[in-house]
């Protein structure tokens, strides 16, 4: 990640980057990394990053209130399973 007006390097994300959202105010970004743990970053750097969370893949990832929710693929089960995060700690839960 690299600060615009300097261009200097703020944080090294790595190089397996599947995708990216921000939250709707643009205050949050969070970084899916190669489809199975989840990272976020503000304005001053690194939030929090979670360990992995999927076996491959996230879907229906969505902002409410103080939490990231969507579906992981499931370790040894071919299902998907809900789980949310909570965007201010990176905290983890699975299940509804």
Known sequence: MIEASSRTLV???GTDVAGVMCDE???LLVVDHDGRSLEAFDRTGRVWKADRISAG???RLR???HALVGEARHWWRAEWVRFAVNVATGEVRFGR
């Open 25 to 27: 105010p643009m205050t």
């Open 63 to 65: 902002f409410t209130g």
């Open 57 to 59: 893949g996230f879907r």
């Open 11 to 13: 944080e090294r994300i």
